[in-house]
């Protein structure tokens, strides 16, 4: 017997969807690789400690894990790692182990390295043209580190030589169908490989290679092999990364020209946003803010959406025949690894993240646009407090935290979400912001941000935050901000330099800029030159933008989050910024988590972490109710 929703004040609402929902039940799962009737992927379980395995479904439909116990399969080349592993039919699968980084085989139920001790971290690994060598990406520590790309003998001879190392940055290793060539994609300190990199192309053998796409201004990306005088490639040169046929004497064709994004960002290495199918056309992602699964005629340039159950998928698929391997997303269902036979149309759901559960408590999620003060557009999915069984009081108005994705170069989507259902359905809405600077939207939009980061995010931030207000869904008084890594950086940023939000919650942001610029890692180590200044001629304006220093009897109570083991940012980023809380006796809330890298992966610390968020905004949302 249905009960009508029982009236209690937002924010306040009882909810079945626990911490431990969302820290246990979820499965995260990453780049599948498909060949003939088998797959893999990775995949973090929910009860192993965050640790990452390949899983292996076989020809008979078992799935099992591929890596016998003792090992995790995680790269760190860069630090943000990528694909960790590649499948060598008839031989075994190749991967890299965490702890030691060394790259290891698994085969006839041994575990053999492949690479000496110390030797390095290695990532983006591709067959060799004859089959026994791994191609990949080998990053040597230093100050800075040293990379190249290398062949990695299967035979248990830890052998490793060296093929080329143009370039302070290398991804995409490529032999050509022949075997006589190398491509790869390549960048330079401190260009950041959305900003500026190139494609290019050598003889094995021969000395020298030659420059076929790319350069100041133009990002490339994802080479693939079209015959052996051309390739095709991702470019942003018209604005928008398209795919491109890019002939090895100079001929370059924008084989798609949409207004719209064919692949993420380059951040971490291993994946491809598209692929071949034995009729020549072309598997693709493309789309505005979210990536669609499609079908390219690269002759016509006309695509044909594939329909799916998901609305928008992870950039990195694997095609073997007609059948496409990736990760689908939906507002509605849980990202799973899927394949879709291209023929028949068949969607086969391998491995979903989670069990759909608390599906009666799950928001709705709708695509919204604000305009900036500026005149320019901000984007965001909103998410309002939905629970069907209670109601928020007439004439009160729900509290509303903003999320700021990470990056800054990334973007979020409407993909299912059960973090978002902890606080939606306890009466607290959401909205994830695409603030100017974000991908998805085109390189004018991606480079709102350069010079600007910690103005035009946090610009963004404050508008929509007013426009949620303006338009009667928001509590003026009890409006929030969280977001992680350079996501905390605008939430501290915001929180003071501004007083419309009442409550702030950084997952280890950035709060010193010139702190960050000495102690960051190699890959984001020339970041900063294009999104503030380079040093040390900008210090000042460093200073002048960092929250540190900028701390005031205004700011907004303060939750900060921080792994004590975060190359990325430091945990002194979170130190330096209490002692100048505490001294303007500004509410703040530290806590650390031990074995915590950059991002969350222990679902204890997952669990405790959201936990401590409900309890901040409960206490200082309903202070400010008062």
């Known amino acids: 017997m249905q009960t009508d929703p029982v009236v209690a004040p937002y924010g306040e609402w009882d909810s079945p969807v626990t911490a431990a929902d969302v820290a246990g039940a979820r499965i995260r799962v990453a780049y599948p690789h498909i060949h003939g009737d088998e797959l893999w992927w990775q995949e973090i379980p929910p009860r192993n400690g965050g640790r990452t395995t390949v899983m292996h479904r076989a020809a008979d439909g078992t799935i099992t894990s591929a890596l016998p116990p003792g090992y995790e399969a995680r790269t760190r080349v860069q630090e943000y790692g990528g694909k960790s592993y590649l499948p060598v039919p008839g031989t075994g699968l190749v991967f890299a182990n965490f702890e030691d980084q060394r790259l290891y085989l698994v085969a006839d139920g041994g575990c053999v390295p492949l690479t000496p001790p110390d030797s390095g971290r290695y990532a983006d690994y591709v067959l060799s043209p004859d089959g026994t060598e791994v191609w990949c990406v080998r990053e040597m520590p230093g100050q800075p580190p040293v990379r190249a790309i290398v062949a990695v003998a299967l035979d248990g001879s830890e052998s490793v030589r060296e093929l080329v190392d143009t370039g302070d940055f290398l991804a995409h290793p490529t032999p050509s169908p022949d075997g006589t060539a190398l491509a790869w994609v390549s960048w330079n300190r401190p260009d950041m490989p959305w900003d500026s990199a190139q494609l290019r192309v050598a003889r094995l053998g021969e000395a020298g290679d030659k420059v076929v796409l790319g350069g100041p201004a133009e990002s490339v990306m994802a080479p693939l092999w079209r015959d052996d005088d051309s390739l095709y490639a991702i470019s942003d040169r018209s604005g928008w990364w398209n795919p491109h046929i890019v002939g090895l004497t100079g001929q370059v064709r924008d084989i798609c020209p949409r207004e719209e994004e064919f692949s993420d960002p380059l951040w971490r290495l291993g994946g491809r946003p598209f692929g071949e199918l034995p009729d020549g056309r072309l598997v693709v992602l493309h789309g505005l803010g979210e990536l669609r699964l499609g079908v390219l005629d690269p002759d016509s340039g006309k695509i044909t959406d594939v329909p799916t159950p998901y609305t928008s998928f992870a950039s990195a698929l694997t095609v073997d025949g007609h059948t496409v391997a990736c990760v689908g997303y939906s507002p509605d269902l849980p990202a799973a690894v899927i394949t879709v036979d291209l023929i028949n149309g068949h969607c086969d759901v391998v491995r979903p993240e989670e069990a759909l559960v608390h599906t009666r408590y799950l928001p709705s999620a709708k695509a919204v646009e604000f305009t900036g003060d500026d005149g320019k557009p901000v984007h965001g999915f909103l998410y309002p407090p939905s629970n069907p069984d209670f109601r928020g009081p007439d004439g009160e108005k729900p509290p509303y935290v903003l999320w700021v994705h990470g990056g800054p170069t990334g973007h979020s989507t409407s993909a299912f979400d059960i973090n978002k259902a902890y606080f939606t359905s306890r009466g607290i809405g959401v909205l994830d912001l695409n603030y100017g600077g974000s991908s998805g939207y085109g390189r004018a939009y991606r480079d709102r941000l350069l010079g600007k980061w910690g103005i035009v995010d946090v610009a963004d931030a ?165």
């Not at 942001?509 to 702190?515: A, H, P, W, Y």
């Not at 610029?517 to 200044?533: I, K, R, S």
């Not at 304006?541 to 921080?562: D, F, I, K, N």
């Not at 806590?591 to 992966?601: N, V």
């Open 462 to 626: 404050v508008t929509a935050a007013r426009a949620l207000v303006a338009q009667g869904l928001a509590d003026e008084a009890r409006l929030g901000i969280r977001g992680g890594s350079a996501g905390g950086w605008t939430v501290l940023v915001a929180a003071t330099r501004s007083t419309v939000f009442a409550a702030g919650v950084s997952y280890y942001g950035v709060s010193d800029l010139k702190l960050f610029a000495e102690q960051t890692h190699d890959f984001e180590a020339g970041y900063l030159d294009f999104l503030v200044g380079p040093l040390p001629e900008s210090a000042e304006l460093y200073r002048e933008r960092s929250p540190l220093g900028h701390v005031s009897a205004q700011t907004c109570p303060l939750l900060l989050l921080q792994g004590l083991i975060d190359p990325v940012v430091p945990p002194s980023q979170a130190l330096v910024l209490i002692g100048e809380l505490a001294a303007h006796d500004v509410d703040h809330t530290y806590i650390a988590f031990a074995e915590e890298s950059h991002g969350f992966r222990k679902p204890v610390n997952v669990k405790a972490s959201l936990e401590a968020e409900l309890a901040f905004y409960g206490r200082v949302f309903g202070d400010a109710s008062r």
